[in-house]
């Protein structure tokens, strides 16, 4: 079945630290890609979004390519913040359903 | 103000006392969803909705029952909770297939 799998965490990066965070995908046809960010005690948001091979999602610094030949949308930052400590979902959509990756926390010391 | 609302945000019950998760999305969007969070485990699909009167289960429906009478609404329902079902539970709803999903804030129910 479809699936996503992200690098497991915790993460802890000091400031201005490139970031990271590895997601793969198992999918039949041909998936949209999302990252979605989650702070403490809230909700999960829409941090980026690719909807076809090769796509760029980019938002806040962060950046994810939609690879179809290696099956990934790896979530990358430059120079993280300490405000960009909080967990990050990998997901993708086909059909009807969204299937979300374990998540990876995130924490960036000053 | 664009958002998923949830109602409890917390919620403290007993094994079989039969509960209700409100959840209300002012976005007139077509698909609305209920996840559950658990550690280790992500967030997986209880039941979504893909219209009025349109519901079709998740990933983990077991013990759930949901109802779609008007677009806005997508109340969670527990007839007899039961401590497995102690999570963090998120409703969340998109304009069509292929958008991206809103989130409301969550609620955190433990069953003793």
């Known amino acids: 079945g479809d699936s996503v799998t992200q690098m497991e965490g915790p993460v802890t990066l000091s400031e201005e630290a490139f970031l990271t965070i590895n997601c793969t995908y198992t999918?039949?046809?041909?998936?949209?890609l999302f990252w979605y960010v989650q702070y403490p005690g809230e909700g999960l948001q829409l941090l980026l979004k690719?909807?076809?091979?090769?796509d760029k999602g980019s938002n806040k610094g962060f950046e994810a390519t939609y690879r179809k030949e290696t099956t990934s949308f790896h979530l990358e930052k430059g120079s993280v913040q300490v405000s960009d400590s909080a967990v990050y979902f990998c997901a993708l959509i086909t059909g009807n359903q969204f299937y979300f990756g374990t998540g990876t926390s995130l924490t960036v010391i000053p | 103000e664009a958002q998923v609302t949830q109602n409890p945000r917390y919620l403290i019950t007993v094994t079989g006392k039969k509960l209700t998760v409100t959840c209300s999305q002012n976005?007139?969007?077509?698909?609305m969803s209920w996840y559950r969070q658990d550690p280790g485990l992500g967030l997986r699909q209880i039941y979504y909705s893909m219209n009025v009167e349109v519901t079709d289960k998740g990933d983990v429906p077991e013990g759930y029952k949901v109802s779609r009478k008007e677009k806005r609404n997508f109340p969670l329902i527990l007839e007899s909770p039961s401590p497995n079902q102690t999570s963090l539970y998120f409703c969340?709803?998109?304009?069509?297939?292929?958008?991206?999903?809103?989130f409301g804030p969550g609620t955190r129910l433990t069953v003793l």
């Open positions: 976005m007139n969007h077509e698909y």
């Open positions: 969340a709803s998109r304009l069509n297939l292929q958008g991206h999903q809103f």
């Open positions: 999918a039949t046809g041909y998936p949209s």
């Open positions: 690719a909807t076809k091979a090769d």
